[in-house]
């Protein structure tokens, strides 16, 4: 079992939807999470992290965690054409020094 | 100011060659993260540095992997004897200590590809 899951898409929604990214961890002990979002051939840049049990909203972007199923989610609402990209969940583990990945989920939002 | 740097942007080299990747962090901060992205893969941590401790070597696939950091700033990956399966983008990241956000920032990447 790795140790970050995500569905590798691409996952396909028209222009003003809500996207619904989802990703499972298997360290029960994490305790920080992240959402990146990578555009093709560039580096990742941080779109949120979430600490606590429960949902944190900013802007269009909300993350949600529930640390007894081990699943941290990011919802984009009104979905942009500019919003198409892929997005890495990260887990910190190591005690607070590392992150761990997922494969990243590929985000088309269409016209 | 100025965010992560790293060169070359892209290499290209013959398996069984040695390659060197550099990294400049963001000024100021003293963590410093490498990790490798193959195509179509996530993100696989390679290697933590944090001032003067020890560096987190945990995720070097083999030795043929090093990393150094010099004075607290620039950071070197070297790749001794090249192989194809070592062909990835290698990306550097940096972070403030003492953000509360946690926040790595990540620079343009090297593209290596061994021939």
């Known amino acids: 079992q790795k140790e970050v899951e995500q569905n590798s898409g691409p996952l396909s929604v028209p222009e003003g939807a809500i996207a619904s990214l989802n990703c499972t961890y298997s360290?029960?002990?994490?305790?920080?999470f992240f959402w990146y979002r990578q555009y093709s051939g560039k580096s990742p840049e941080l779109i949120m992290f979430?600490?606590?049990?429960g949902d944190k909203e900013d802007g269009r972007f909300t993350a949600q965690l529930n640390k007894a199923s081990q699943y941290v989610s990011l919802l984009i609402r009104d979905s942009q054409p500019s919003d198409s990209a892929t997005y890495l969940c990260?887990?910190?583990?190591?005690?607070?020094?590392?992150?761990?990945f997922g494969t990243g989920t590929q985000l088309k939002v269409e016209l | 100011g100025a965010g992560v740097s790293q060169s070359p942007s892209n290499k290209v080299t013959e398996k069984g060659k040695d390659v060197e990747l550099r990294c400049d962090p963001i000024s100021g901060h003293t963590a410093l993260y490498w990790y490798r992205q193959s195509l179509g893969q996530g993100l696989e941590f390679l290697i933590y540095f944090q001032g003067n401790s020890a560096p987190d070597k945990s995720g070097l696939p083999s030795d043929r992997f090093s990393a150094e950091r010099t004075g607290g700033s620039v950071s070197t990956l070297t790749i001794q004897r090249t192989q194809q399966e070592d062909s990835a983008v290698y990306l550097c990241?940096?972070?403030?200590?003492?953000?509360?956000?946690?926040?790595?920032?990540f620079g343009p990447g090297t593209r290596l590809t061994v021939t």
């Open positions: 979430i600490y606590s049990n």
């Open positions: 990260a887990v910190m583990t190591g005690g607070g020094n590392k992150l761990t």
């Open positions: 990241a940096s972070r403030y200590l003492l953000a509360t956000t946690y926040e790595q920032y």
């Open positions: 360290d029960r002990g994490s305790q920080s």
